[in-house]
């Protein structure tokens, strides 16, 4: 049976609740921006930081708390990991956000 929504509120560390409402947050800011699409650094990522891979860890089929596509670029091409990601928060992202500690 898969787990409910509050099963996987369960499941997010601290900092996995914090970029989901970076994520919503920046994409209220300016839901036209993109289609809602964003970049790690769109939410405060830099060279280093953790937001690359808690966004990924929130793209995982058992949160779909994230959504993800790959931007057409030349790094893109070539096959790059580093290779530029879009992500775009979900419903069920932004309802754990808001579940998660802010009143929002």
Do not use: Q
């Amino acid at each position: 049976m898969a787990a409910n929504i509050s099963d996987k509120a369960r499941l997010l560390t601290a900092r996995e609740a914090e970029i989901l409402r970076f994520a919503r947050d920046t994409t209220d800011a300016d839901p036209r921006r993109n289609g809602g699409w964003f970049t790690p650094s769109d939410i405060g990522g830099y060279d280093g930081s953790d937001h690359s891979r808690i966004l990924r860890r929130l793209v995982a089929e058992h949160f779909a708390m994230i959504d993800e596509k790959f931007r057409n670029t030349f790094m893109a091409a070539m096959g790059s990991r580093k290779a530029g990601r879009l992500y775009r928060i979900t419903e069920a992202g932004r309802i754990e956000a808001a579940a998660k500690g802010d009143k929002k």
